[in-house]
T-cell receptor
Framework: KAGVTQTPRYLIKTRGQQVTLSCSPISGHRSVSWYQQTPGQGLQFLFEYFSETQRNKGNFPGRFSGRQFSNSRSEMNVSTLELGDSALYLC????????????FGPGTRLLVL | DQQVKQNSPSLSVQEGRISILNCDYTNSMFDYFLWYKKYPAEGPTFLISISSIKDKNEDGRFTVFLNKSAKHLSLHIVPSQPGDSAVYFCAALNTDKLIFGTGTRLQVFP
């Protein structure tokens, strides 16, 4: 069974631009969660989608948004990029959102210049 | 406000010896904890978990200990192997969200 895939793997943007990241969950998984990983803050929860609905949200500004499609694929969008948005963005999928069964993708490394 | 803390950013251990990774949390309502392992250029992979009704859970070379009164958990790896070199994250489950620590980089040398 194919794992969680994320595209693109690397991205360079400049301040003020916007970016869209994509995540394809494991087949059959309906929950997709997004995390931001930075050296000083570790992994921080962004939001979780289940059946096209945002079910949980972390403490990030409104510039960070997401959506989920009917095939469970999810996208994450960051508008008006700031230097501090440079990070590794990870998505994880699971059948129902039970965190102990989450499977992570390899991440998208975003660099904002 | 870091609710889950891993105060040691790095740890170096000789092959065959025990590795002990520590994690502290602040919210006594947390009742389920997990450890993830992360290699470079890969996403974290689930390693082992423990419920607050237990104080120990063992899986092969990996054992997690939970001390609820101290709000402290630790991951023991014995014997340590070079392939264990990775970043280890502890996480707490809080109302269907995972709260991660900042990670500890373990280096196992021959």
């Amino acid at each position: 069974k194919a794992g969680v895939t994320q595209t693109p793997r690397y991205l360079i943007k400049t301040r003020g631009q916007q970016v869209t990241l994509s995540c394809s969950p494991i087949s059959g998984h309906r929950s997709v969660s997004w995390y931001q990983q930075t050296p000083g803050q570790g992994l921080q929860f962004l939001f979780e989608y289940f059946s096209e609905t945002q079910r949980n949200k972390g403490n990030f500004p409104g510039r960070f948004s997401g959506r989920q499609f009917s095939n469970s694929r999810s996208e994450m969008n960051v508008s008006t990029l700031e230097l501090g948005d440079s990070a590794l963005y990870l998505c994880a999928s699971s059948f129902t959102g039970a965190e102990e069964t989450q499977y992570f993708g390899p991440g998208t490394r975003l660099l904002v210049l | 406000d870091q609710q889950v803390k891993q105060n040691s950013p790095s740890l170096s251990v000789q092959e065959g010896r025990i590795s002990i990774l520590n994690c502290d949390y602040t919210n006594s309502m947390f009742d389920y904890f997990l450890w993830y392992k992360k290699y470079p250029a890969e996403g974290p992979t689930f390693l082992i978990s423990i419920s607050s009704i237990k104080d120990k859970n063992e899986d092969g070379r990996f054992t997690v200990f939970l001390n609820k009164s101290a709000k402290h958990l630790s991951l023991h790896i014995v014997p340590s192997q070079p392939g264990d070199s990775a970043v280890y994250f502890c996480a707490a489950l809080n109302t269907d969200k995972l709260i991660f620590g900042t990670g500890t980089r373990l280096q196992v040398f021959p």
